[in-house]
Protein backbone atom coordinates (compact mmCIF):
# COMPACT_ATOMS: atom_id res chain seq x y z
CA UNK A 1 0.00 0.00 0.00
CA UNK A 2 1.02 3.46 -0.82
CA UNK A 3 2.20 5.95 1.88
CA UNK A 4 0.55 8.67 -0.06
CA UNK A 5 -2.84 7.84 -0.35
CA UNK A 6 -5.33 10.27 -2.98
CA UNK A 7 -8.06 12.51 -2.13
CA UNK A 8 -10.59 10.22 -3.80
CA UNK A 9 -9.14 6.73 -1.70
CA UNK A 10 -9.34 8.80 1.38
CA UNK A 11 -12.98 10.34 0.25
CA UNK A 12 -14.13 6.61 -0.29
CA UNK A 13 -13.36 5.89 3.78
CA UNK A 14 -15.80 8.62 4.21
CA UNK A 15 -18.55 7.10 2.57
CA UNK A 16 -21.29 5.14 4.69
CA UNK A 17 -20.83 1.06 4.96
CA UNK A 18 -23.99 -0.96 4.56
CA UNK A 19 -24.04 -4.62 4.79
CA UNK A 20 -26.18 -7.09 2.63
CA UNK A 21 -28.57 -9.25 5.03
CA UNK A 22 -26.73 -11.96 4.44
CA UNK A 23 -23.15 -10.65 5.21
CA UNK A 24 -24.67 -9.03 8.58
CA UNK A 25 -25.92 -12.52 9.43
CA UNK A 26 -22.80 -13.94 8.53
CA UNK A 27 -20.46 -11.09 10.45
CA UNK A 28 -21.61 -9.79 13.18
CA UNK A 29 -24.84 -12.13 13.96
CA UNK A 30 -23.94 -15.75 13.33
CA UNK A 31 -26.36 -18.87 14.16
CA UNK A 32 -28.84 -15.75 14.98
CA UNK A 33 -26.89 -15.78 18.27
CA UNK A 34 -27.07 -13.13 21.14
CA UNK A 35 -23.85 -12.29 22.21
CA UNK A 36 -23.49 -9.41 24.30
CA UNK A 37 -23.19 -5.90 22.50
CA UNK A 38 -19.50 -5.14 22.82
CA UNK A 39 -18.35 -8.75 20.89
CA UNK A 40 -20.74 -7.93 17.97
CA UNK A 41 -19.14 -3.96 17.86
CA UNK A 42 -16.02 -6.15 18.07
CA UNK A 43 -16.45 -8.08 15.10
CA UNK A 44 -18.21 -5.36 13.07
CA UNK A 45 -15.02 -3.07 13.54
CA UNK A 46 -12.96 -5.85 12.78
CA UNK A 47 -14.40 -6.27 9.82
CA UNK A 48 -14.50 -2.51 8.66
CA UNK A 49 -11.13 -2.33 9.18
CA UNK A 50 -10.34 -5.24 6.89
CA UNK A 51 -12.41 -3.75 4.64
CA UNK A 52 -11.11 -0.06 4.45
CA UNK A 53 -7.25 -2.25 4.47
CA UNK A 54 -8.53 -4.05 1.01
CA UNK A 55 -9.64 -1.11 -0.14
CA UNK A 56 -6.83 0.68 0.03
CA UNK A 57 -4.38 -2.04 -1.10
CA UNK A 58 -6.32 -1.85 -4.56
CA UNK A 59 -8.64 1.55 -4.25
CA UNK A 60 -9.20 1.81 -8.36
CA UNK A 61 -10.31 -1.83 -8.35
CA UNK A 62 -14.29 -1.42 -8.66
CA UNK A 63 -14.31 -4.11 -5.70
CA UNK A 64 -12.35 -6.09 -3.59
CA UNK A 65 -12.34 -9.43 -1.91
CA UNK A 66 -10.68 -10.07 1.37
CA UNK A 67 -11.52 -12.50 4.31
CA UNK A 68 -11.89 -12.29 8.11
CA UNK A 69 -11.87 -15.12 10.55
CA UNK A 70 -15.14 -16.66 11.08
CA UNK A 71 -16.79 -17.20 14.53
CA UNK A 72 -17.20 -20.32 14.28
CA UNK A 73 -19.76 -22.27 16.58
CA UNK A 74 -19.12 -25.63 18.01
CA UNK A 75 -21.37 -27.39 14.80
CA UNK A 76 -19.16 -25.58 12.77
CA UNK A 77 -15.63 -26.51 13.51
CA UNK A 78 -15.00 -28.57 10.56
CA UNK A 79 -15.32 -25.87 8.39
CA UNK A 80 -13.26 -23.35 6.67
CA UNK A 81 -11.99 -20.74 9.50
CA UNK A 82 -12.38 -17.69 7.63
CA UNK A 83 -14.80 -16.08 5.65
CA UNK A 84 -14.26 -14.61 2.30
CA UNK A 85 -15.95 -10.42 1.95
CA UNK A 86 -16.31 -8.55 -0.62
CA UNK A 87 -16.77 -4.75 -0.72
CA UNK A 88 -17.54 -2.24 -3.50
CA UNK A 89 -18.72 1.28 -4.21
CA UNK A 90 -22.49 1.34 -4.87
CA UNK A 91 -23.56 4.43 -7.12
CA UNK A 92 -26.96 5.48 -8.02
CA UNK A 93 -28.15 8.84 -9.42
CA UNK A 94 -30.33 9.43 -6.63
CA UNK A 95 -29.03 7.25 -3.58
CA UNK A 96 -26.17 9.10 -1.56
CA UNK A 97 -22.80 6.79 -2.54
CA UNK A 98 -22.09 3.49 0.08
CA UNK A 99 -19.68 0.67 0.71
CA UNK A 100 -21.29 -2.05 0.82
CA UNK A 101 -19.89 -4.94 2.41
CA UNK A 102 -21.13 -8.92 1.22
CA UNK A 103 -20.32 -12.14 1.13
CA UNK A 104 -17.82 -12.95 -1.97
CA UNK A 105 -20.29 -15.50 -3.23
CA UNK A 106 -23.15 -12.74 -3.04
CA UNK A 107 -20.89 -10.37 -5.58
CA UNK A 108 -22.68 -10.01 -8.93
CA UNK A 109 -20.14 -8.49 -11.50
Known amino acids: MSDSLTS ?13 PEAWQHVVLPDGSNHPEKLQLDR ?8 FEAHLADP ?11 F ?3 SDADHEP ?13 QPNVL ?4 AEEQQR
Request: charged letters at 15%; zero cysteines; a positive charge.
Open 44 to 51: LSNVVRAA
Open 60 to 70: NAPYVVFEVAK
Open 72 to 74: VSA
Open 100 to 103: LIAL
Open 8 to 20: EALNTLRLPVVFT
Open 82 to 94: LLRLSLSLLQASD
